[in-house]
């Protein structure tokens, strides 16, 4: 069991090991750099031989890679532990500031001040100047660690240009083939023998004799793992798809079929254990031993990554929606991919290590590169199938726009390594391939989110396409940036330099903003905000409720707190941050003039609504009519007023115009109003018999009021019809139509019983007396002594033939109407 146990920790040791490799592939010792630093109490001699030999480390062309890594890592920690030492004594510094300022500005020359004052100031003064050394200090040394930093930075970016466009031999030319073939022999005869010796070896073969159980063990495990328990998953996955509930199949399905990447790994790990159990391999050996879980992994993943892209079963909701030929091709070309770059870490493992010739390395790394372009060219065209279904949505004119990338791609980097430029050729190729898969890794986790937030939900469309997913795979998006920034070359120091400068923030007059005070800032305003609508939901639920106050009032108190209380959060999480805004306030004062301008209107509609919650002569519930509007009041805001007409339709009146404007409240302070209903009865009825029936008819309604009493008007007559108006006066205008309809059905059954008609409809106009009556008017408006088809003319003068008023008047006094001014004619 001990050796069992042991075994397993060499297998995890031997997949820490290439990480370890990556990280630092041959890093050197400190020499001599404090590895831990006091930031407590820093020393400021150990600050400046640090600076020194970091300078003296700078200037020295052939100081390595990784040594300058080292030194600048070193160099961060020095820098962040200046930056925090520049806020020594701040607490005590700003009360010696305010002390000062008590006792008022200093006297001007040839002023005197009393001894005793004179005598205090000078003594803050130098106590000020004493806490502000360390600060100062720690600034200065913090600006020198920026500087040498960023020299390394610089430094370390342009080994890095001048590593990419190295030209080395081209491996298209036939006269590099032999030396490579050499290399690659050597390295074959090197593993021989590292295996014949090692079999030459007494006690290593009775080793290897030894651990023959684990060995078989372990190799019968990597057999099954890596060959039928990966089909097993496989088939397990697609079952789970086409066999499981439809809520949940989907979700169930991936996590499933992560088992096809995660076992077969394992299966590896076995096999290099087994490999190492044996004690046969060599340096070399061993260099390839601890390669193959990562080389496992590497083509395990691609498998999925392309089987999950491109499935056997595709259904409707899939993300690529090609045919199955085309499907198959991409699954193929998904493990393709995954074998070309475990190609290229076999070949890494096996001879870098022997720093071959430049020649070497170049034509045994094209045939791998151009494989790669080969293969993202294919993916491309793959890719390009969508683009007639681009408009689906966005995904998919991504994947168009990224299909043209990789078929410029797959043709550049070949040519470029047939030129020679092989580094830059693999810088391209590569990191291509990679990014493709965390691409496909996005999709993939964000229709898994989706496909768990509709299983929550309980619905499958909805919830898939909801805010969450939507915004979890926005959040994925931004977190994967460093991941492709590192795939494409960026170093980890580029990424946590990025991160310092973010979280030290800037410098505003004498304050430092960081992104803690933002944090502190938000997390204030929030409580501070929580804490007024708390206040709010209880004033209006169980304290106003209770007071006499009416709905109107409630409202604008809640309202106006509400408006307080965020205020008074904003303030506090202003000042709990630790921001001074005086420096913004010239600033401040030259943009309210511009934008003064620019937003009035909203300014004047805030004030206005201000007003309207303080003054209140309009508040939530009223029937009001503004503007050719009427309606009931639904709620007032800061910018506007909804009010809600009787035809159920919402209107947005801005506040200002309920200031400015002559607004018609018809229930503010009672709800009493006056009615008026027209009623026209026939020519010829008794005037005092419908007035004594309509006074009736009025006295009549429950909601009318009696004092004063309901009043009759005659209003007037005409040659058809006597016109009478009811005025009635209602406890409640809410109910004026309903009241307006009673009294008209109780007037028309009343004069019906009184045999009093009503006005009758006239009948429809004669056309032939109509077109007399035109052709007499056209007579009367001819000009005089023109008479059509020769007929004499005779004067106008009767009273039926002037229409208008000038022509009667005329016709009265015998004048001719050719006499009347053009005008009136």
Not at 146 to 174: H, K, Y
Not at 494 to 522: C, K
């Amino acid at each position: 069991m001990t050796r069992v146990l042991r075994w397993l920790v060499l297998a995890l040791s031997l997949l820490a090991a290439p990480l370890a490799a990556q990280i630092l592939p041959g890093a050197e010792p400190s020499a001599g750099l404090e590895p831990v630093i006091d930031t407590e109490n820093l020393n400021y001699d150990d600050w400046e031989a640090m600076a020194e030999r970091a300078e003296a480390e700078i200037a020295n062309r052939n100081t390595s890679t990784d040594r300058l890594e080292l030194i600048r890592s070193q160099l961060a920690q020095w820098r962040a532990a200046l930056l925090d030492a520049q806020s020594a004594n701040s607490a005590r510094i700003t009360t010696l500031r305010q002390q000062l300022e008590a006792l008022g500005p200093a006297p001007a020359e040839g002023e005197t001040e009393a001894e005793e004052i004179s005598k205090r100031r000078q003594e803050l003064a130098s106590q000020l100047v004493r806490l502000q050394a360390p600060g100062i200090a720690a600034e200065e040394a913090y600006r020198r660690a920026n500087g040498l930093i960023a020299e390394i930075d610089r430094t370390l970016r342009d080994r890095q240009a001048d590593q990419l466009l190295q030209l080395w031999p081209s491996p298209v030319n036939p006269t590099n083939w032999p030396e490579a073939a050499i290399g690659l022999s050597d390295t074959l005869l090197r593993l021989w023998d590292e295996a014949a010796t090692t079999w030459t070896d007494r006690n290593r073969r009775a080793e290897l004799f030894d651990n023959m159980p684990l060995i078989l063990i372990l190799l019968v495990v990597a057999l099954a793992l890596v060959v039928y328990v990966r089909r097993w998953t496989e088939a397990f996955a697609e079952r789970l798809l086409t066999g499981a509930s439809a809520r949940g199949r989907n979700v169930w399905s991936l996590l499933a079929s992560t088992g096809g990447v995660i076992l077969p790994t394992l299966g590896m790990v076995a096999l290099a254990a087994a490999f190492v159990a044996s004690g046969m391999p060599g340096e070399i050996g061993i260099q390839i031993t601890a390669a193959l879980p990562m080389v496992g992994f590497t083509i395990f993943s691609a498998a999925w990554l392309g089987r999950r892209a491109f499935p056997v079963t595709q259904g409707d909701d899939a993300v690529l929606p090609l045919p199955p030929e085309r499907r198959a091709e991409g699954r193929f070309l998904g493990v393709m991919m995954g074998v070309v770059l475990a190609a290229d870490q076999l070949r890494f493992a096996a001879m870098d290590a022997q720093a071959y010739s430049d020649a070497t390395t170049a034509v045994m790394s094209f045939p791998i590169l151009l494989t790669g372009g080969l293969i993202l060219l294919r993916v491309g065209r793959v890719l390009r199938r969508t683009k007639e279904l681009a408009e689906r949505s966005y995904a998919l004119r991504l994947l168009a726009l990224l299909a043209r990338g990789l078929a410029v791609i797959g043709i550049a980097g070949p040519v470029l390594a047939a030129f020679g430029y092989v580094q830059a050729a693999a810088a391209l190729v590569y990191p291509s391939i990679l990014s493709l898969g965390l691409i496909t890794l996005l999709f993939i986790l964000q229709r898994l989110i989706g496909d768990a937030w509709a299983m929550i939900l309980k619905a499958d469309e909805k919830g898939r396409d909801a805010l969450v997913p939507v915004l979890a795979g926005f959040a994925m998006t931004l977190a994967s940036l460093p991941v492709f920034a590192l795939i494409w070359g960026a170093r980890a120091s580029d990424l946590t330099e990025l991160w310092t400068r973010f979280s030290e923030g800037f410098q505003m007059g004498a304050t430092r903003i960081s992104p803690t005070n933002f944090m502190v800032f938000a997390v204030v305003f929030v409580i501070g905000y929580m804490l007024t609508r708390l206040f709010q939901g209880a004033l209006r639920t169980s304290i106003l409720p209770k007071t006499s106050m009416d709905q109107g009032g409630q409202t604008a108190l809640v309202a106006g707190i509400g408006y307080v209380g965020i205020f008074l959060a904003a303030l506090i999480a202003v000042r709990s941050a630790g921001l001074d805004l005086s420096g913004l306030a010239i600033v401040a004062g030259a943009l309210s003039v511009g934008i003064g301008f620019g937003l009035q209107n909203i300014v004047s509609n805030f004030i206005s609504g201000i007003i309207l919650l303080i003054e209140r002569p309009v508040s939530e519930g009223d029937w009001i009519e503004v503007g050719g509007v009427q309606g009931r009041v639904r709620s007032i805001s800061v910018r506007s007023t909804r009010i809600e007409t009787f035809d159920r339709n919402d209107v947005i009146v801005p506040n200002a115009d309920l200031i400015t404007g002559q607004v018609t409240n018809w229930t503010r302070f009672n709800l009493s109003g006056r009615l008026i209903v027209p009623v026209a009865v026939a020519q010829g009825s008794d005037t005092r018999k419908v007035e004594r029936i309509l006074r009736e008819v009025a006295e009549a309604q429950p909601l009318a009021i009696l004092n004063p009493p309901p009043l009759i008007v005659f209003m007037g007559y005409t040659a058809t019809q006597l016109n009478f108006e009811i005025r009635v006066i209602l406890r409640d205008v809410n109910f004026s139509l309903s009241v307006r309809s009673d009294i008209n059905h109780q007037v028309l059954q009343r004069l019906a019983a009184e045999e009093i008609h009503i006005v009758p409809v006239a009948p429809p106009p004669d056309p032939v007396q109509t077109a007399k009556t035109l052709l007499a008017m056209a007579d009367l408006v001819a000009p005089h002594g023109h008479q059509p088809d020769g007929a004499a003319a005779e004067p106008a003068t009767g009273p039926t033939t002037a229409k208008t008023p000038a022509a009667r008047k005329a016709a009265a006094k015998g004048i001719p109407p050719d006499d009347v001014k053009g005008a009136d004619r």
